[in-house]
């Protein structure tokens, strides 16, 4: 009937993906334009690799969620703090690692640079990645309304500084 204009595909297998834009194609039907998948700067296995060729191979794009990490890359997660307050701060926790903290610190020199929040740095991060359209991260609070909808434009440099010390 027309009603659904754009479709995408959410925790997709990339041959699942490749296989289910084909019978659209075949099909004469509206095929996924994006694919909605983990992706963030201190979890990024999920995606690269197989699902960005994939993406990149059908030139759909990628929505990332939880492109702050659930929190984690916010900033309020660090060492020796235990207490944070956020329904999401078990999840967060799964990225405390001394590799994850040693991210922070480098997106603290990136942000302090650009005089904006964490979470600005991590989406812009995500932005700067060629397949992807746009980020979903959420918020609960005005405060932290403000910090994701700052948007700053990281250079090469700082992108490649991010890519080195997440990969």
Do not use: C
Not at 42 to 67: C, H, W
Not at 156 to 165: D, S
């Amino acid at each position: 009937q027309g009603k659904v204009r754009y479709i995408a595909a959410s925790n997709f297998t990339p041959a699942r993906l490749r296989e289910s834009i084909k019978f659209s194609e075949d099909n004469n039907i509206p095929a996924y334009i994006a694919v909605q998948d983990l992706y963030n700067l201190v979890d990024r296995k999920t995606y690269e690799g197989e699902m960005s060729q994939a993406v990149a191979d059908l030139e759909i794009s990628n929505i990332p969620f939880y492109g702050i990490a659930r929190g984690f890359l916010t900033g309020k997660y660090r060492p020796g703090i235990t207490e944070v307050d956020s329904k999401r701060a078990a999840g967060a926790r799964e990225y405390a690692t001394d590799k994850n903290y040693a991210v922070l610190t480098v997106m603290d020199e990136v942000a302090k640079n650009h005089n904006v929040s964490l979470s600005a740095v991590a989406l812009a991060w995500l932005r700067a990645q060629p397949s992807v359209s746009v980020p979903i991260a959420s918020a609960r609070t005005v405060e932290q309304v403000e910090e994701i909808v700052q948007v700053v434009e990281l250079s090469v440099e700082e992108v490649e500084k991010l890519n080195a010390i997440s990969a």
